[in-house]
């Protein structure tokens, strides 16, 4: 991962955030661009998440819906390898200037990139110039949505892999690491540097199954991938105390000179999180809560996520000690807390779908299915979370027995997604899930297929395919 930057003498971390921690109106700005891409106006949607992004260059889903409107926008345009070169020609200019800003000035060298983007978002040049400006702005997440963007542009484009393979071995995503790297081995067998990448992201690949194999269920596969990647995030902290308290010393003199600045007391508590400080976090938050005369929903919901991680912290420190029940308790304490919170807040801000939306994953890791419908058929009007609520609306029904329900609720997602992303991948593979349990079995291996032929490590789904070819060989011919 790319250090803390010093950008223009100020020290900074870019970590990407997501839209709940945001303020308001940029997460009104977002909802009104997913209105206006759901209706057809692509022009709109991308000077509105232009302009969120200007503001807030580390929401990651504003540039995922970014990046959707430009790739629409252009097919819509024709596309094609004329465009490309046209595009490439004109942007020279702005690649020079923004390619000299890289190191010193990488925001500002994203956003300049981003606008070459958006003449041309599957442009080779541009692509390669906004991801090493993500990357050295810390924003590794961005890049590898481009990434992934171009790539299913480019499949086979040798560059584009092994950059991204490469970057995901940074980010310790091996599965998929090991993926690009077989991949590019397919279409350079004899190619040194190639065959290296492999080997190495084969090793960290089964590494990293090894810890899942000692896992006794799914869900404790799930909390090992989150202990990692906790701890990845605390040795990242140790490494950069200093550069932290460099930021928390400049906030707290920033709150000194404007002390009813509540956006430099958000960006203290978020430091002392980082810290692992959290009841300073937690009461810097409530003196923001204060001053702002209360009732702000983004203010609760951080101070209940600081709690959540000091429940974290605790059950950590039970484990460490050898104290397997004293964790187990204080895990079962999270979970109550967290589920009170959530449908407290649900009381306090009705209005809010996102917290609609929040509360219904809870209920239905409960299994609580009939009372995440009740939220998840809200929450779907949210534009951000319509697209998950529908996948969770599926799995309840799928869970109740109701597989017809299950599948026009899946079918309706599918077909909102132009781009074949993680999400869509989820949504295809519960979708020959259900169908297989329909008694639909050649539908569900159509949609396995599609997953297959883009990404061969998802889940089981190669398995799947095998079983399939298999059983069709060992049947008998029909009759003539």
């Known amino acids: ?14 970590p990407e955030v997501t839209l709940e921690e945001v303020p308001r109106k940029i997460r009104e700005l977002v909802n009104k661009a997913t209105a206006a891409l759901e209706r057809g106006n692509t022009d709109y949607a991308i000077d509105m998440l232009m302009t969120v992004l200007d503001t807030e260059p580390r929401l990651l889903e504003a540039r995922k819906l970014l990046r959707t409107a430009q790739v629409r926008r252009f097919a819509a345009a024709g596309g094609g390898q004329v465009r490309h070169t046209m595009a490439t020609l004109a942007g020279l200019g702005g690649m020079a200037a923004a390619s000299a800003m890289v190191k010193s000035k990488p925001l500002k060298a994203l956003q300049s990139a981003e606008r070459l983007l958006v003449k041309d978002p599957l442009n080779k040049p541009f692509v390669d110039l906004f991801v090493k400006a993500a990357v050295a702005a810390d924003l590794v997440a961005t890049a590898l949505h481009t990434l992934e963007v171009a790539r299913e542009a480019y499949p086979n484009n040798v560059d584009l892999l092994l950059q991204l393979g490469e970057l995901y071995k940074q980010a310790g995503i091996t599965d998929k690491a090991r993926e690009c790297f077989e991949r590019l081995h397919a279409l350079r067998p004899n190619d040194p540097k190639v065959l ?13 199954k090894g810890r899942w194999t000692e ?4 869900r404790d596969a799930l909390k090992s991938q989150e202990e990692a990647q906790r701890l990845e995030q605390e040795a990242r902290v140790v490494k950069t105390a200093s550069d932290l308290e460099t930021l928390i010393a400049d906030h707290r003199r920033k709150i000194a000179a404007e ?7 958000r960006g203290l508590a978020d430091l002392l999180g980082r810290a692992e400080r959290y009841d300073e976090a937690i009461a810097v938050l409530r003196e923001a809560d204060q001053i702002s005369g209360g009732g702000d929903p983004q203010i609760d919901r951080a101070i209940s996520n600081f709690r959540a991680r000091q429940y974290d912290a605790a059950i950590a420190q039970k484990r460490a000690a050898g104290d397997e029940a004293g964790a187990a308790t204080l895990e079962e304490e999270k979970r109550q807390f967290l589920l009170a919170d959530a449908e407290e807040r ?8 996102q917290f609609k ?12 299915f009939v009372d995440a419908i009740q939220q998840f058929q809200q929450a779907q009007r949210n534009p951000q979370r319509r697209i998950r609520s529908l996948y969770y609306l599926a ?12 599948a026009e609720q899946l079918e309706k997602a599918a077909s909102e997604l132009s781009v074949l992303d993680n999400t869509k991948k989820d949504i295809l593979y519960e979708l020959g899930v259900v169908y297989e349990k329909m008694g639909r079995h050649e539908r569900a291996v159509e949609l396995f297929k599609e997953i297959y032929a883009v990404d061969i490590s998802y889940r089981d789904v190669a398995e799947r395919i095998d079983r399939y070819y298999k ?10």
């Open 215 to 218: 896992a006794k269920s799914y």
């Open 259 to 265: 002390p009813a600045n509540i956006n430099y007391r």
């Open 395 to 406: 799995r309840c029904f799928e869970d109740k027995g109701q597989f017809d329900i299950a």
């Open 346 to 353: 649900v009381r306090r801000y009705p209005n809010d779908l």
């Open 357 to 368: 939306y929040d509360l219904g994953v809870l209920l239905f890791e409960r299994g609580r």
């Open 1 to 14: 991962m790319a250090a803390p930057l010093h950008a223009g003498g100020e020290v900074t971390d870019m």
């Open 196 to 208: 290296k990448g492999l080997k190495d992201a084969q090793a960290m690949d089964t590494m990293q």
């Open 471 to 480: 059983s069709q060989q060992s049947s008998p011919p029909s009759a003539g």
